[in-house]
DNA sequence: TCAAAAGTGTTGAGTCTACACCCATGT
DNA sequence: ACATGGGTGTAGACTCAACACTTTTGA
């Protein structure tokens, strides 16, 4: 009988075959559209960050930014640095998504991607790494039919192409599975329109519309967020009341916009995740 | 420059430094407790299923069913196989809970656990593997606090033991940390408590309460599972309403109580999750 | 007969939606 | 002046918790 100790002596975990694990970032941020009139504040439009590989497999192909989790570190921790090397700011939110694990979804062999959802706020201009030869922010506009079937739409310049999916109910929840030949290496379609999905469904309880602003906004511009992730609209008198809870006022107001000025709004405490600054706390 | 063909004939995987990856599944069912008056209809516990760790590390203590991720199949696959060499019987449902990635989370190295919540109906007896000396139901009670924190009250017969932890806000959500030396293995106190509070918000929604039950059932069988896990009363008149939208009637009646029988119900489709059985379409 | 659950009806409180309406601003 | 968003008020629809009440059964 041996003790624990001794156990951990002679246990070499390099014995066994074990899978690579990557966390995958899908990083968000709101696109301002000035408007026309000088009236007219600016409407949002959802972007997504997609990096353009520039090494094998799927060179030249669109991904989602991520990498090795190393040994030293969680795979939050990972997501939270692939995040901050790709936009060189920290974001306001990191939300796990789920476990890809499929055993052919990496053709340089067994590699198990943990997938984040990350939110900015405000304007961040993407740095291709090292093994990108582009990385760009690209507008979305998601589609779900009461069908189970969607369509990612994803434009950036001159640059565009459409994704379509199914959504399919599986042993453990429901995934996303493409069915048409895309530009988007790997299985990034299934894991963006799941993050597409999760932030929709956020986004109508109060969740994560916050983080796509600075701490302090106009219940305007928190609506248009929320409409822009739920596609639903809601008049502005019933959104400044079921907002409510989740704000607080402040003293401050609005300026130099062509009609009365609005009062600015913080966060509530208690709702949504803004994450630590030190690492060591993940 | 070479093609992709070449790159993944060089590319060897093994090359670079990697974590093992395990599954770890916390199984629930509902034990029966029969009443003392031949009319009252019986009252239900929750159970979860821990095996007592044969070997080292951690070796007789209480710990989840759960075991390494082989490179033939998904997380998904490898946490329903676990479950089923655990009981015998194939899951009602199977819930991905979350990944837990601490560096220092075994002492056998690095290891990050995928973790899945699976739920049985009826009974079933645990099968303790090669590697574990005990398989047992536990009774479990789960209190949380305003503040924060929170017990886990677990008994099987002679044995019965508290954990008392503490809900923290992280990065990316909460987590639940120990507070004190109790005899669960490795984070497993941590996950326990991540399944309960998700077990108990999805059963506030309808969204797991089926699975605890056969295909026909009654709503006040139904309502006993909601609040056992919610610990929230509700007058039964009102449940029945709430959750009309979710069930369909059937033409089958209980018989035999004490009492009037009650109409057999089963779940409407579209709502939960089955697993199927063919292990290809995960 | 009677305790227990099955099941229906109702009332009042609260919430949500749609709409009407006035306010304040900068060009 | 006026378009635009800021902001309040409110009637009707809807939802929900609480409670009263009747029905059906097996020992």
Redesign the interface.
Known sequence: M???QE??QN?N?GD??????TADVVIFRMRTVVGNSFRKDPKSILSVLLIRRG?????NEWALPGG??R??????VCA?REAQEETGVTPNA???L??F???DRD??????S?A?TCILNGDATPTAGSDASDARWFDVSFREDPDGSCLIRLQSDEIGFDVHLSER?????TAFTTEDRHPLAFDHASILATALKQLRERAARFEVIFDFLPAEFTLFALQNVQETLTGIPVAPANFRRKVADFVEETENFTQGAGHRPAKLYTRKNGTG????TERS??
């Open positions: 041996i003790t624990e156990f951990l246990y975990i066994y075959d074990r899978p690579s694990v090494e094998h497999p799927f060179r090795f989790v040994m030293t570190e969680t795979v939050e939270l990191l939300l796990y789920g476990v694990s499929a055993v053709p340089r062999g067994r590699i198990i943990n984040f109910r599986t042993a453990y929840g995740h803004r994450p630590e706390k993940l």
